[in-house]
T-cell receptor
């Protein structure tokens, strides 16, 4: 089966600019996750979707981060405006029933 | 709130030596625990889950509710085991997955 697709693979922006990441989960997977992984740390959940509804966004900095999953398939994560501390790898994952997550390759963001 | 702790950032062992990667958790409900692995230049992927009680690539992990631990073990380390290992906990009705900070396993030839 095709894996979780993410783009872009790398992104370099200056602080205060905007950036968007895209994720296409595995077909049929109802649950989609966005994680932020800062260098040297474990993945931190930003937002979790069940179909096109948000079930957990408790750790999403809502003043600058937003995410949507229209039609319950693809998802986009946006940062506006970016800060230096947003430099990280942004991982998208999907699952069918929650027990096994399938991860994308991630987007490495550098904020200068 | 749920929490996963991996006390070691780096674990170096010689090839053929036993390996134990530590994981402790904090969760008020009935835990479901997993180990994920990330090999160099590859995606994060599931290694094993406690509920399956399986051995994958020679690795096993036993859930100890009394000690709230889920340590990953392998009797004889191989060079190809070198990777980042993350312990993870599933919680809540919507299956929220919380990861530990990870341990880098380095197997010395």
């Amino acid at each position: 089966e095709a894996g979780v697709a993410q783009s872009p693979r790398y992104k370099i922006i200056e602080k205060r600019q905007s950036v968007a990441f895209w994720c296409n989960p595995i077909s049929g997977h109802a649950t989609l996750y966005w994680y932020q992984q800062i260098l040297g740390q474990g993945p931190k959940l930003l937002i979790q979707f069940q179909n096109n509804g948000v079930v957990d966004d408790s750790q999403l900095p809502k003043d600058r981060f937003s995410a949507e999953r229209l039609k319950g398939v693809d998802s986009t994560l946006k940062i506006q405006p970016a800060k230096l501390e947003d430099s990280a790898v942004y991982l998208c994952a999907s699952s069918h029933g929650g027990e096994k997550l399938f991860f994308g390759s991630g987007t490495q963001l550098s904020v200068l | 709130a749920q929490r996963v702790t991996q006390p070691e950032k780096l674990l170096s062992v010689f090839k053929g030596a036993p390996v134990e990667l530590k994981c402790n958790y904090s969760y008020s409900g009935s835990p479901e625990l997993f180990w994920y692995v990330q090999y160099s230049r590859q995606r994060l992927q599931l290694l094993l889950r406690h509920i399956s009680r399986e051995s994958i690539k020679g690795f096993t992990a036993d859930l100890n509710k009394g000690e709230t631990s889920f340590h990953l073990k392998k009797p004889f380390a191989q060079e190809e085991d070198s990777a980042m290992y993350y312990c993870a906990l599933i919680s809540g009705g919507y299956q929220k997955v919380t990861f530990g900070t990870g341990t880098k396993l380095q197997v010395i030839p």
